[in-house]
């Protein structure tokens, strides 16, 4: 068994199999893809697309005239590794969510078990307080006869 440190041992079994036990190429994908669906992305793309285009058009540089051929050529070639990283974390998405789903049906079977016990504790406990009413009842009867056969019995 490898020691871990207390912070790792708290954390969830699903965490500890999907990013600490992840293989470095798992790890790049989940970055990669966390940085392409981030807005700091979306932002600084906007701004290149932007300054390629009217850098070519004002001509400050005239390295891709219209229609931008460069620039089409990039967009695929970032689409072409793009797609297959996205595709990379959807499926380690699918599978954390397999094993949190399956974690959660473990954790919720050991409660059904516990449950169940409870109820069946409950359950007896019930049947003696029921047996022991219906003692206390007949003891109560039998109490009561007697005091009515000693008050009959005796001076009125």
Do not use: C
């Not at 699918?94 to 016990?117: F, G, I, S």
């Not at 007896?124 to 047996?131: A, F, M, N």
């Amino acid at each position: 068994m490898r020691s871990t440190p207390a912070l790792v041992r708290s954390r969830h079994p699903v965490n500890l199999a999907m990013y600490d036990d992840a293989d470095r190429g798992a790890r790049i994908a989940d970055r990669v893809t966390r940085f392409l669906g981030s807005w700091t992305f979306l932002v600084i793309q906007t701004a290149i697309v932007i300054g390629w285009i009217a850098g070519n058009v004002i001509l400050l540089f005239h390295f891709d005239p219209f229609p931008f051929i460069l620039l089409n050529l990039a967009f695929s070639t970032q689409a072409a590794y793009a797609a297959p990283l996205i595709l990379l974390a959807g499926n380690r998405a699918a599978q954390r969510d397999r094993l949190t789903l399956e974690h959660a049906a473990e954790k919720a079977d050991v409660e059904e078990k516990q449950n169940e016990r409870l109820l069946h504790g409950n359950t007896e406990i019930l049947k003696r307080v029921e047996r022991l009413e219906e003692t206390i009842l007949e003891l109560e009867k039998s109490i009561k006869a007697a005091v009515e056969r000693l008050d009959g019995g005796g001076p009125s």
